[in-house]
């Protein structure tokens, strides 16, 4: 599937991208495409995410991650899971007061991600 038939995606600035890419499929991304400029992942039907290398000049420096929260719907438990094996850091699962419980994990970049599901009970 190309860019242009995406509704929405995020591109993410990464050191290595295939470090970065063999984390992400880790934790349940699948690879759709590559090429030398970035590659394509997904996260269940829809959670695309395009991993582009830093770009020549640019001083990312004291700025991994730059505040960014990606969210993704899928199953907490598996992702936990997932995170423990790669020893990524990890905040929750928690039950949020609005009735999604998540839990967010911070990729070797520093951008963090938010996998939620709908909170039972």
């Known amino acids: 599937m190309s860019a242009a038939a995406l509704e929405s995606f995020v591109k ?12 992400y499929e880790a934790l349940g991304f699948s690879r759709v495409g590559s090429d030398g400029t970035h590659v394509h992942l997904r996260f269940g039907a829809r959670g695309d995410v395009f991993l582009v290398g830093v770009p020549a000049g640019v001083n990312v420096e004291g700025r991994r991650g730059w505040g960014v929260l990606i969210s993704f719907t899928g199953d907490v438990d598996e992702v936990v899971k997932r995170a423990g094996a ?12 609005w009735h999604a419980r998540e839990v967010v994990v911070t990729d070797p970049d520093g951008y963090r991600l938010c996998f939620l599901e709908p909170a039972k009970g």
């Open 12 to 23: 993410l600035l990464v050191l290595d991208k295939e470090a970065s890419a063999t984390f």
């Open 86 to 97: 790669l020893g990524a850091p990890t905040q929750g699962p928690e039950v949020k007061p």
